[in-house]
Every structure is written in C-alpha cells, then in structure tokens.
C-alpha cells in the first residue's frame, strides 16, 4: 500500500496540514481544539523538521524564551526558567480555570534545552546559542530548584492551582496516571519519560557549554546518577518494563504503557534493558498493527476509544521509532513507521490519534474527539518520508 504515488500524496497532506498551522515561522499545535502554541507539541515538532526546515526550531526557541517565567504565580503555575505550556488568546480564557501564558507542564523545560542543542547540530548556528546561553542556564535552575522539588534528581508535577492540569507530562488528562487496580495517582507524580528528557537536557547543556567555551554547568556525576537511578527506581524486574511514573511516595506506578519508549529517545536505557523494553512494545497488546498503543490492552482502564488510555499517537511511536533506531532495532522502527503511515493513508487524513483497535483485518477508526489536524502528527510524517 506504500508505493510511490501513496507516499508522495501523503508527504503532500503533511506538508499542507503543516503550513495550514504554521503563524509567525513557529507551529501551532492543531485544529479545532489546539489553534495555539504550545511548549511541547512546537518542541518536538521542531525536533522532527530539523531535516525539513531548521527555521521552525529557531523560531520556535526564540519565542519560547521570550515567554520563559520570570516570577512565581499560581494561577498561570508560572515559575522562574520554565517554559510555557500553552499560550491562547484572551477571548479563549473564558472555558479555562487558569490565566495565559500557563505553565503547567513539567517536560516542556529540558526539551527546550534539547532542542536547543540539536538544533546547534544541525544548523551551526553558534550565534543562537549564545544569545540563548543565559535562558538555558535559567531553565536548568528551573529543574534543580522547582522541578525537583524533593532534591532526589528526579522532575515531579504537582498543579500550584488547584484547578490546573491534574497530570503534567504529555498524558495530562486527569485518568491518564493510574495504579494497576484502576485508582488514579494522586500527585506529585514522577513520569518515567521527563527523566529521560532531563537526563538527555543535561548532556545537552555541557555540550553546548563546551562549544562557546563556558564551564560546564552540570558535573558529569550527577549525570551518571540520575541514569543509574532511572534504570534502578523505574525499573519492574517482575515485567521486565520502566514503569509510567513514581508516585508521592516514590512508589513504582507498574502499568504498561508507551512512555517508556521515550527512554530509547533519550537514550537514558542501559543496554541490557533496551531489548526488552523493545520486545515488550511490540507485544499484541501494546503493538495493535496500525501503532503502538499509549497503554497495553490488558490495562483495567484501557479502552481503543480513549484519548490517552488506549489510543494510538504519531508523535508517541515517532519518539520511539527514533529510539529504536538509536539502540539499533530498526526493522522494529520501520514496522511501526510503515503502520502509521498506512493508517494515515486509511483515515484519509493525519490526526492528532485515532483509535488503539486490534488491526487484524479492520481498518483504523478516528477519535471523534481528536484535531483532524495536528502538528507533530503531520510532522511525524514529514520526518519520515523526508528522512528515509
């Protein structure tokens, strides 16, 4: 079904749907729901058209640091170095519980700092860096300071107002953080793919402090203990899998589910780990045949109907795609490419997910509460037929 032609259509809808969101040179997150920037979804979005066009990183981290928090607020969870969560217009406040610009995500801080690194490795911009060396710095603080509020290296959420996003990671629906008997986590919660985003923030900083020639903000130890501690703490040895999160008390959150395939992305698995972390994922019930599932069908509050406990993502498998690639497994990475590829081809467009049903003969289905238009989804396409 992929053949010339489809692929060439396909790049096409992707190209479109991205300039369809494109404002100002950096990315909107989708329609209808999402018509704004977001810190996460226009991160990762640059990260994925590094190849395609740098322009949107720049951009991208420009506008983010001009937006970085300078003082402690509660209502919009503003904080000294963090980096926004979602940025809207003053006449969409009126359905929303907290003031804009709000802050209330805790992964949108280190992956600016990844950005900004990857971004440098494409580009050589040099005189970006610079010019962002001090927010960087700031973001860093903001991590060690107010990220890791317990000093255990480990990044916790916790809402500062009280009617803020419950869950902070990319999963922030209010049930998407749940213990194995179906009770939802109470936070603050430490979600097991923030580590790998800081872990990976923190070897970013020292290279680009070695690159314009400043010291090294973070000492390589305490590097190699927040990896060691990640690979311990997250660690199920009884299902041989990271789990989701620890919750309050530091407590394994033990639920199959996809984050911990942004580990490979990061980088952040020891080696005797990845095969199987690899291999669970692509067991039938995380694997449906058209993706990776964001948790496994076996799950007590799975449903293929769900928009975080069941369905299926581009930009989730493009993340693992791209650590599988790292740890070597590509036939697996190609497997789950080509999957989404075709369900985009089935679908007849790119949404923001579509529904985690067994693929055995049926055709994928939309989530009727998805944007059918949605940046890191189209550009998860763009990153692999522009890419391979």
Not at 119 to 142: E, N
Not at 286 to 293: D, K, L, Q
Request: hydrophobic share 40%; proline share 4%; aromatic share 12%.
């Amino acid at each position: 079904m992929l053949n010339k032609t489809a692929k060439e259509a396909l790049l096409i809808r992707a190209i479109d749907d991205i300039d369809k969101l494109t404002h100002r040179g950096y990315l909107y997150a989708g329609l209808p729901h999402f018509n704004c920037l977001f810190g996460r979804d226009s991160i990762i979005c640059s990260l994925q058209l590094l190849d395609y066009n740098p322009g949107y990183a720049r951009k991208t981290l420009l506008k983010l640091a001009s937006m970085q928090g300078k003082r402690i607020d509660h209502l919009s969870e503003e904080e000294p170095g963090k980096i926004i969560h979602e940025n809207r217009l003053r006449n969409h406040e009126l359905n929303y519980k907290w003031k804009f610009p709000y802050y209330g995500s805790a992964d949108s801080t280190p992956l600016f700092i990844v950005l900004l690194a990857k971004y440098y490795k494409k580009t050589k911009d040099i005189s970006l860096v610079q010019s962002l060396w001090p927010k960087a710095l700031k973001a860093l603080d903001w991590m060690r300071e107010y990220g890791d509020f317990d000093s255990d290296l480990f990044i916790e959420y916790h809402r500062k107002n009280p009617q803020g996003l419950r869950n902070q990671c990319w999963k922030d629906s209010l049930d998407s953080v749940f213990y194995s008997d179906g009770h939802l986590v109470e936070p603050p919660i430490s979600s097991v793919e923030i580590q790998g985003y800081k872990y990976q923030a923190l070897i970013s900083l020292n290279y680009l402090a070695e690159i314009i020639n400043k010291k090294l903000p973070v000492e390589q130890s305490r590097i190699n203990d927040l990896r060691k501690k990640i690979n311990d703490c997250f660690w199920v040895k009884r299902k041989k899998f990271f789990a989701i999160g620890l919750d309050s008390a530091k407590e394994q959150i033990a639920i199959i589910s996809s984050n911990p395939g942004h580990l490979l992305y990061s980088e952040a698995i020891d080696e005797d780990k990845a095969a199987m972390v690899v291999e669970r994922l692509m067991k039938p019930d995380m694997f449906s045949g058209w993706g990776i599932r964001t948790i496994s069908s076996r799950e007590i509050r799975f449903s293929p109907f769900s928009y975080h406990n069941g369905s299926i993502w581009f930009h989730d498998n493009w993340i693992i795609c791209e650590g599988m690639k790292k740890y070597g497994f590509t036939k697996e990475a190609a497997l789950v490419r080509k999957s989404l590829m075709e369900a985009a081809l089935h679908l007849n467009c790119i949404p923001e997910l579509f529904c985690g049903i067994a693929r055995n003969g049926k055709a994928p289905m939309f989530n009727d509460n998805a944007c059918h238009i949605q940046a890191w989804s189209a550009a998860s396409i763009v990153n692999w037929l522009n890419s391979h």
